[in-house]
């Protein structure tokens, strides 16, 4: 059965539909008839841009189709530029519509061009990979990377619309797929242990893709997602929760180089870091600290930061993390959990425990 996850901004709130045969392009603050640009990328886009088209054309909306090279180098400002120059050619004004179609690439590109032609145009995020469906298509978060770091410039802004049409899930590479399910049981991790449990208890139906399965779990994360961000949009304080994992991860992918490892697989191996700490230093017990990082193997994901890069030295991770946009006066901060469902945020370690954690003496 298809589901609704409402995303609670007072006038910027809206709707994330979550199942099969969904339609595009009818959230009330839709204006009939209007134009859309679509933005995918040379993945996604031969799979799934005709289905997309039909869509909007069966919601009454024209659209034309702008398709960038798929990968993280797309992610830049001179794809924004180009980006800009086919919103010009296409006349798209106030009333016009961004539809993003792809992942997480997609959805950041698109929604900063959202964010900033004409001051901002409405955005429609159609999700496509899992990673894209329970995270970064919901909570407005767009931008682009700079040579010097990844998502220095971007904006916070809110889509009007999220179609997450599980069906586009069955074209997704196995390991994207994989990579994504970190980002679900970091959910478990941080705000719901029954979602936990259940993720444990259903792994081998989650790996082969049940779609019965997914609408409830995609749902759940997205529920979690909306929690959070509705409490705390422009992450002042708590939306930090959703970087648990993150700290080392973002320290992996940045030393590692982007795409040598995916987001999730380097998130999968911060969390297992996390885990350890947490177990260092807020008391979560060992029981618990060795089923985090047993779901996180068992879903066929990195739970250790020595994986296919080689030897990956410390000090260039532990300065990595010193220089992390989240780091305050080169000191890293992590989400640390408390007990399975329940995580502290902003947590600073001495560095012996650090070194210790990760495996240094
Ligand atoms: N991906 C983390 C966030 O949206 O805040």
Redesign the pocket.
Known sequence: MNRTVRVDLSDRSYDISIGHDLEIGTAGAIPKNCRAMIISDSNVEPLHGDWCRKKLDESGIESDTHVIPAGEESKSLNTMAELYDRAVDLHLDRSSLVVALGGGVVGDLAGFLAATYLRGIRLVQVPTSLLAMV??S????TGVNLARGKNLVGSFYQPVEVVVELSTLKTLPEREYISGLA?VVKYGVIRDKALFESLEGCASELLSRNMELLVDIVARCCEI?AE??GDDER?SGT??I??FG?TLGHAIENVLGYGEWLHGEAVAAGMAYATKLSERVRGLNSDESARIISLVSGLGLPADWHGPGGDLAWQALRNAMATDKKAMGRIPRFVLADTIGEVTFGCEIPEDVLCEAYGMD
Do not use: C, F, P
């Not at 919901?138 to 978060?141: A, C, L």
């Open positions: 995270d970064s919901v909570g407005g978060k980002e997602k959070v961000v992450e939306r930090a959703l970087n993150h």
